[in-house]
């Protein structure tokens, strides 16, 4: 499993969300750029899963009042390759 834009496989709890969902995936915005569209053209697309990425966060503590690198979770929703190209060749 893939994202078919960066050609970056997707790792750890994100690859059991997206077993038997197909092969190719990619966000939004990942779309809209690699198939030079805007977004009225995915209009009715659904996505197949939320993925989670873990990302360090500057964050000021309240009580010490001093910044800290805290982990947070970053959600993301991702769409099936052939599901958008099915969606495209429908609103065009």
């Known amino acids: 499993m893939i994202n078919f834009t960066t050609n970056q496989k997707y790792q750890g709890a994100n690859i059991e969300a997206l077993s038997g969902l197909g092969s190719e995936f990619c966000t939004f ?7 030079d569209l805007n977004g009225k053209e995915l209009k009715g697309a659904k996505s197949c899963a939320r993925l989670v990425k873990i990302v360090e966060k500057e964050v000021v ?5 001093k910044k800290e690198k805290k ?22």
């Open 29 to 35: 915005r990942q779309a809209i750029k690699f198939f």
């Open 61 to 65: 503590n309240k009580i010490t009042k």
């Open 71 to 92: 982990k947070v979770p970053m959600y993301f929703n991702v769409f099936e390759k052939n599901h958008l190209e099915t969606v495209i060749a429908n609103n065009k």
